[in-house]
């Protein structure tokens, strides 16, 4: 158990609609079901899924600020400020972990600025977990985020990971909104080499989870629909 001092505790949330007890760790869900103080990005998401991890609070005596990319430094602050007082604050994410791929980095941030404790909690991250079932290269790979979204960026940028994967023999890590994930696929299939390998793990902690690897020659039979489905894409 960890110690009792105000911290900033890095909440992460189930990938679906899941039972929060079958993908979080005991340990996270105390920690969870004590906190009153919460930074999120949507306030009505964040109090159903908080409900279902069964708080010990009522939902009127949360105090949840929501956090907005307009954000200024002394908003933030603010938010911050029951560390001050002696009372922890849960930084949650949307989906996965906080601050990977997720604007809550600026709050960890601001709270290392400011020399308060950031603790975070076991839970399910996307990126790992499809990483660690797309049997690609573990030791060496790198997460880009989102490629550009006009179509000679995107394949210009798909083209250098490719090269890159192949040079430093490494695993490259992207994702897309999921809206545009049969465009992406398109555009990895038009413009990778047949022997390169592509992993598509998709919908990941949910009963329609699926994560297979192969080269792009077989995945141009195959074709898969993404379309509205959260994926990872890994290249190597």
């Not at 079958?22 to 908080?50: D, M, Q």
């Not at 290269?137 to 790198?142: A, L, V």
């Not at 179509?151 to 999921?178: C, H, N, W, Y």
């Amino acid at each position: 158990m960890l110690a009792e001092q105000a911290a900033l505790y890095l909440i992460p949330s189930t990938l679906g609609n899941e039972d929060p007890e079958y993908f979080l760790p005991a340990g996270t869900l105390a920690i969870v079901r004590k906190l009153k103080h919460f930074i999120v990005e949507n306030e009505k998401t964040a109090r159903a899924f908080l409900k279902t991890c069964k708080i010990e609070h009522t939902q009127a005596e949360l105090n949840i600020f929501e956090l907005d990319k307009h954000d200024s430094g002394q908003e933030l602050k603010t938010a911050l400020d029951a560390i001050s007082r002696g009372e922890s604050i849960g930084l949650l994410s949307e989906a996965g972990c906080p601050a990977v791929a997720d604007p809550g980095s600026k709050v960890v941030a601001l709270a290392h600025q400011h020399n308060m404790i950031v603790r975070p909690l076991v839970g399910p991250s996307s990126l790992l977990l499809a990483l660690m079932a797309s049997g690609l290269e573990g030791q060496r790979f790198t997460f880009h985020g989102y490629l550009p979204v006009d179509r000679d960026g995107r394949v210009k940028a798909l083209q250098k990971l490719e090269k890159d994967a192949q040079m430093q023999k490494s695993t490259q890590l992207f994702i897309e909104t999921p809206y545009r994930n049969n465009s992406m696929l398109k555009d990895i299939l038009s413009s990778c080499f047949p022997e390169t390998r592509l992993c598509l793990a998709v919908s990941l902690n949910t009963s329609e989870e699926k994560i297979t690897t192969l080269p792009i020659r077989e995945w141009k039979k195959r074709n898969p629909d993404l379309h509205k489905q959260p994926c990872v894409f890994l290249l190597r």
